[in-house]
């Protein structure tokens, strides 16, 4: 058994719960979507986020071997890693989705 010399309290929610339980709560760990769809700020209402690189959690495209040249896949790629898409993210979700290209 982990050690745990301040005794902290750990409760585990369903984590569509979370928002909604933070009145409650010292902190809580929820993903963004839950954050997102609770009504939460990210740059208000966080005390922590994790950092865009190196990070596993990324979404990523992916395509069958031997199908990553073809043209539609890589215009596809090039659309929505643009600047554009950057923008639209960042203005539509508050700085919680970020772009990991």
Known sequence: MAENPKNVQFSELDA???PR???DLDAAVINTDHALNGGLDIRKDTIAVEKREGNPYANFVAARQ???NRPEI???V???QSPEVAKFLEE???GAIIPAW
Request: proline share 6%.
């Open 16 to 18: 569509a719960q979370l």
């Open 21 to 23: 339980a933070l009145p």
């Open 66 to 68: 031997g199908e990553e």
């Open 74 to 76: 890589k215009t596809f």
């Open 78 to 80: 090039e659309s929505y």
């Open 92 to 94: 539509r979700f508050n």
